[in-house]
């Protein structure tokens, strides 16, 4: 649908054969487009002329923690409860009840993460210049330094913590660090360090909790774990028990849709927040072609593809990369303000790319204050060449 890229004239429309079904009704996502779209230009033009910092303690925080405190003492509540059903009445019905509750409470426990099983850590002299690159980064940030760097085949990066320890744990994706020019790389691990130190709320240890525990409860009251295959009366009490099932997890996903759009709001402007810290550690061209680079990743990731079935080098996968940045650099603004009609939602984790991008550049110039030369980038390169080699057989044989 055309648009007029001077005024964004007709920019907003809900195109649906552009973007997956979220609610599931039409007019209903179209309503919530719509609504999408004015909160996302609305925090654009809020932050565009003011400071970005960290989210304070706000009335959604507060709740928030309010919420995940609540739903602790519940869950405690049930494993004392059942505790003292099971040993007080065993072996009669109510230890039974006691039992089931202390499940429940199992199933319904904080999730503290944890790295994949396949995940393969990088040991420090594996990978030495990268390790000094992304602790330099880290201190400059004045972030918390990774506990651990883990390297997987996606286009995109992490950085969570996880376990009881509270490990930080940086992801890359080599295909992403392989399509990046030095700065860019510079820039990629601001953002994504930035999220140690950007107040997010989806990743505090009370904050989160509400979130985790309804998408529990959402996949646990699903009615698709009934039995269906059953006859006579088993037959009768599954279908009682579908349906039964299927009005609370309704409510459930409702709350659970709520809670998401409450906090994903204050989520967005921690993206914006992380931008900013990119910007900071890698200067402002490189923060802003980062966030162009990851939104034309289809057409990258083809690139890149291609460059593997010909067997080419890291560099040639650069290579690769850079001409299709070149080739999509002509209608850049274009697709900027596309990407806002495209990625507005109530749901998105992220800002419109655009948008990102925008606000970087709508500030002062920032100079880089890491640098990485092209020569201690291929450094890096060289030291994951058995880990590209794998990559490029995974692509070839895909």
């Given at each position: 649908?055309?648009?007029?890229?001077?005024?964004?004239?007709?920019?907003?429309?809900?195109?649906?054969?552009?973007?997956?079904?979220?609610?599931?009704?039409?007019?209903?996502?179209?309503?919530?487009?719509?609504?999408?779209?004015?909160?996302?230009?609305?925090?654009?033009?809020?932050?565009?002329?003011?400071?970005?910092?960290?989210?304070?303690?706000?009335?959604?925080?507060?709740?928030?923690?309010?919420?995940?405190?609540?739903?602790?003492?519940a869950i405690a509540a049930m494993v004392v409860g059942g505790a003292y059903l099971t040993v007080a009445y065993w072996p009669h019905l109510p230890a039974f009840l006691g039992l089931l509750l202390i499940l429940v409470a199992?199933?319904?426990?904080?999730?503290?993460?944890?790295?994949?099983?396949?995940?393969?850590?990088?040991?420090?002299?594996?990978?030495?210049?990268?390790?000094?690159?992304?602790?330099?980064?880290?201190?400059?940030?004045?972030?918390?330094?990774?506990?651990?760097?883990?390297?997987?085949?996606?286009?995109?990066?992490?950085?969570?913590?996880?376990?009881?320890?509270?490990?930080?744990?940086?992801?890359?994706?080599?295909?992403?660090?392989?399509?990046?020019?030095?700065?860019?790389?510079?820039?990629?691990?601001?953002?994504?360090?930035?999220?140690?130190?950007?107040?997010?709320?989806?990743?505090?240890?009370?904050?989160?909790?509400?979130?985790?525990?309804?998408?529990?409860?959402?996949?646990?009251?699903?009615?698709?774990?009934?039995?269906?295959?059953?006859?006579?009366?088993?037959?009768?009490?599954?279908?009682?028990?579908?349906?039964?099932?299927?009005?609370?997890?309704?409510?459930?996903w409702c709350g659970y849709v709520l809670t998401a759009w409450i906090t994903l709001r204050d989520g967005q402007k921690a993206e914006y927040l992380a931008d900013q810290l990119a910007a900071r550690v890698a200067g402002t061209?490189?923060?802003?072609?980062?966030?162009?680079?990851?939104?034309?990743?289809?057409?990258?990731?083809?690139?890149?593809?291609?460059?593997?079935?010909?067997?080419?080098?890291?560099?040639?996968?650069?290579?690769?990369?850079?001409?299709?940045?070149?080739?999509?650099?002509?209608?850049?603004?274009?697709?900027?303000?596309?990407?806002?009609?495209?990625?507005?939602?109530?749901?998105?984790?992220?800002?419109?790319?655009?948008?990102?991008?925008?606000?970087?550049?709508?500030?002062?110039?920032?100079?880089?204050?890491?640098?990485?030369?092209?020569?201690?980038?291929?450094?890096?390169?060289?030291?994951?060449?058995?880990?590209?080699?794998?990559?490029?057989?995974?692509?070839?044989?895909?």
């Open positions: 649908m055309p648009w007029c890229t001077a005024c964004e004239w007709n920019l907003p429309v809900y195109e649906p054969e552009r973007r997956r079904a979220e609610l599931g009704w039409r007019w209903v996502d179209r309503a919530t487009h719509r609504v999408a779209y004015r909160l996302a230009t609305r925090q654009f033009a809020a932050l565009s002329g003011a400071a970005i910092t960290r989210p304070g303690w706000g009335a959604v925080r507060v709740g928030m923690v309010v919420a995940g405190s609540i739903f602790l003492a199992i199933g319904l426990r904080p999730r503290l993460g944890r790295l994949d099983k396949d995940s393969e850590p990088l040991a420090r002299q594996q990978a030495t210049a990268l390790f000094a690159l992304v602790e330099k980064v880290a201190d400059e940030l004045g972030t918390p330094r990774p506990h651990i760097i883990v390297l997987d085949e996606r286009f995109n990066a992490s950085c969570s913590t996880v376990g009881l320890r509270r490990r930080h744990v940086l992801r890359l994706g080599l295909p992403l660090w392989a399509a990046l020019p030095p700065q860019q790389r510079v820039a990629l691990l601001g953002h994504e360090l930035g999220h140690l130190a950007n107040g997010d709320m989806r990743r505090g240890i009370l904050t989160g909790i509400p979130l985790g525990t309804l998408a529990a409860l959402d996949d646990v009251t699903r009615p698709y774990h009934v039995i269906r295959r059953s006859h006579g009366d088993i037959a009768v009490a599954a279908a009682i028990a579908r349906l039964l099932l299927g009005v609370v997890n309704r409510f459930v061209t490189a923060a802003a072609g980062l966030i162009d680079t990851l939104a034309a990743s289809d057409g990258i990731t083809t690139a890149l593809l291609a460059a593997a079935r010909r067997g080419g080098t890291a560099n040639a996968w650069r290579a690769a990369a850079d001409q299709t940045r070149q080739a999509l650099a002509e209608r850049i603004d274009q697709r900027r303000q596309l990407s806002v009609r495209d990625q507005s939602s109530l749901f998105a984790t992220h800002p419109p790319a655009g948008l990102r991008a925008r606000l970087i550049e709508s500030r002062p110039e920032t100079p880089p204050s890491v640098e990485l030369s092209e020569a201690d980038s291929d450094r890096i390169d060289e030291e994951l060449a058995q880990r590209y080699s794998r990559l490029q057989r995974n692509l070839v044989h895909a």
